[in-house]
């Protein structure tokens, strides 16, 4: 089934076009590096001006992609398919070492049918790369930690690999995975595996691959500072400042479609620990009175026996490398903790950082989604809580059943007739349905399972339709500039378009109007773009306006010299 998503995920890659500034600028940077030496790889460069705002690796892993398989949509967000699907395998490993197979295989498909990942993990953006070096950092740290001392050297060195590939790609993210690392040493009262991170070699496996891209662009380039004023301007908020609360809107639209069902595992996880808390706290008074009125050599047994895990179904855990504090959980409730640690390794440091956007949630996604699948497996149990949630997934899967009828509604919307494609997406959804519902016959587990499928199926479904219903203006406009001026030299005036430099499949660069008019090209076509509400641009001095072509919310002008002829009644569409 897994590698069937992973076909999925790679045929659906190439559908939408790319109308993301962010994607845009990662796909133009990497075509740009195609077939030049090894210094335009080392030192990226975007519209023909050097870009030194993000660390190199997604530049580097589209640019060998398109190399190979062609300068297109699928090509260049191939790297980032592949690691969003080694995430949701690494989901599915790791929840199946907390928990079991059942709640595995629920979180990982609860994981491929979010709407923040499908989305964002499709993108050819640094997010999926913090993601997948944060799920597999996760899952080699944990193995590290149960494997047999002087075994855990080659999960020491992969967590040093992941470590290295969020530096890399983002940068700063690679601070999450070292405070999951620490949040586990401390709940586990053990410290010694960071010690053996160093003293195996993870540290320098670490530097060897993280520190020389660093060195040669401080050594070879000048604009190096490009790197720490992002940073700053990122941490004060830059274009998207906002308050720690913030994210709480965004978790409950990244979620979806599973947002009810997350929302009640919050409540009953942080019941399980609360109760896990109280009895702990009850046994360690009971252990302390008895100590103190007569030895008794079985005590540290009787409260491990003591615990009740008859509500989670999930046995008691060797408790002898554990704190004393967590001796006698169960493996749920251990697991439960891992997971608190993992979100808030995430969350915290975004809350604290200025700029906030939807996407930087994408590396919080697996933990949230392997707490869904947790409740999910819950309600086809007979547990006290299993009510609760079997009543959540049931109103999840009634939404769910209307997305045909969304479907068309919003094609009515969206383009005056309805296409023969909107008919078969809906007939497609409703077979879906159908298959759902015949599970949901079986049993609570075939259903869950069915639930999660079927809302891989929606994800999909909306991935691939959008596009054919929206178009890409974008796109569109560049094909028809290339076509109509072949032989123009493009530029941008004050502000680069990045979606269209990559349309265009050019490089554009930023030219003032001092440049323009000192340049004294007769086949120089200037591009500004006017949003909704601004004063429109006038012309350069000796040129004119040849068109405007309109694209949703901003007008896109075009001058051309006045030698170049009068066309400034032309409009395209």
């Not at 891989?456 to 406009?477: D, E, F, K, N, Y």
């Not at 941008?492 to 660069?509: D, G, K, N």
Request: with cysteine; glycine share 8%.
């Amino acid at each position: 089934m897994w590698l069937l998503l992973g076909v999925l995920l790679i045929g659906a890659a190439g559908v939408p076009p790319v109308n993301r500034t962010q994607e845009a600028r990662v796909l133009e940077t990497a075509r740009e590096m195609i077939g030049r030496p090894i210094d335009d790889w080392l030192i990226p460069k975007l519209n023909g001006h050097v870009r030194l705002r993000k660390p190199p690796l997604a530049y580097w892993a589209s640019a060998a992609s398109m190399s190979v398989f062609g300068e297109n949509e699928r090509a260049g967000r191939l790297p980032t398919v592949l690691l969003s699907w080694l995430s949701i395998g690494a989901t599915y490993a790791i929840a199946r070492r907390w928990f079991d197979a059942q709640v595995a295989i629920l979180s990982a498909g609860a994981l491929a049918g979010s709407w923040l990942f499908f989305k964002h993990g499709m993108l050819a953006e640094t997010d999926a790369y913090a993601a997948a070096g944060m799920t597999l950092g996760v899952y080699a740290i944990v193995r590290a930690g149960e494997a047999v001392r002087g075994r855990d050297i080659l999960w020491l060195h992969a967590a040093a690999a992941c470590f290295a590939g969020i530096i890399l790609a983002k940068g700063p993210p690679a601070a999450y995975l070292l405070l999951f690392w620490v949040g586990r040493c401390w709940a586990n009262g053990d410290w010694r595996a960071l010690g053996r991170f160093v003293t195996r070699g993870g540290i320098l496996t670490l530097l060897v691959l993280a520190v020389p891209w660093f060195l040669y662009v401080r050594t070879h380039t000048a604009a190096e500072g490009q790197l720490g004023a992002d940073f700053a301007n990122s941490a004060d908020g830059g274009d998207h400042p906002g308050p720690p609360w913030a994210y709480i809107p965004m978790l409950i639209k990244a979620t979806v479609p599973w947002t009810g069902v997350w929302v009640v595992a919050l409540a009953m996880a942080g019941a399980t620990l609360l109760e896990q808390y109280r009895k702990r706290s009850v046994l360690s008074h009971e252990s302390e009175t008895a100590s103190s009125l007569a030895p008794n050599p079985e005590l540290p047994h009787a409260t491990a026996r003591a615990v009740d895990s008859s509500d989670t179904e999930f046995a008691p855990i060797d408790d002898s490398r554990l704190a004393p504090w967590r001796r006698g959980s169960d493996s749920s409730t251990v697991a439960l903790l891992n997971l608190a640690i993992w979100g808030a390794a995430v969350l915290l440091p975004l809350c604290a950082w200025g700029n906030k956007q939807f996407h930087y949630l994408l590396p919080v996604m697996p933990p949230t989604m392997i707490l869904v699948g947790w409740a999910l497996a819950a309600a086809t149990r007979k547990s006290r809580r299993a009510r609760a949630v079997a009543v959540v997934a049931f109103g999840t899967a009634v939404l769910l059943s209307l997305a045909p009828m969304a479907q068309l509604i919003a094609a009515t919307r969206l383009r005056p007739n309805l296409h023969w494609s909107d008919f078969a997406m809906c007939a497609g959804l409703i077979a879906a349905e159908f298959a759902v519902g015949r599970a949901w016959k079986r049993g609570r587990q075939p259903a869950a399972v069915a639930l999660c499928v079927y809302a891989v199926v929606v994800m999909v479904t909306i991935h691939a339709w959008l596009p054919a219903v929206m178009g890409g203006r974008s796109r569109l406009a560049s094909i028809q500039l290339v076509e109509k001026y072949p032989n123009a030299r493009f530029v941008f005036r004050t502000a680069e378009l990045p979606v269209m430099s990559w349309s265009m499949r050019r490089a554009v660069p930023i030219m003032d109007d001092a440049a323009i008019t000192a340049a004294g090209d007769a086949n120089l076509v200037v591009l500004d773009q006017q949003q909704d509400g601004e004063k429109k641009p006038l012309p350069p001095a000796g040129f004119n306006e040849a068109e405007s072509i309109r694209q949703g919310d901003n007008t896109l002008h075009v001058f051309m010299p006045l030698a170049a002829g009068p066309q400034a009644n032309e409009s395209a569409p």
